[in-house]
């Protein structure tokens, strides 16, 4: 898939996340890379990656601080997903809500446990 039809899928996972939290998404950049530049433990993929300050953890002296940043990464996201462009589209959408919800601070076990509910 090229960057540009991947980057179009990551910009239609963004406006169609929930207005409620598109109008509270603030101070954050997402960005397309094709693959981490850290190492990750073996047999394990990085899909996506939230840096930044979660909402939840800001307090009156967040100010003047640069965005947070969202990075989707594309490699292994097409790795995981065998090359299949309905699969690929399916883990955009999912890996940019899950960084979403990083950002208003919702950790990996309680997106586990939702996701089991």
Known sequence: MTNEVFEKLVVKALDNIPK???DKLDNVDVVVEDWPSMQMARGRLLLGLYQGVPKTVRGAG???ALPDKITIFKGPIELVSHGDEETIKSVVKD???HEIAHH???SDARLRELKNK
């Open 62 to 64: 967040y100010t003047m």
């Open 20 to 22: 409620f939290f598109k």
């Open 104 to 106: 208003f601070g919702i």
């Open 95 to 97: 890996t940019v809500e």
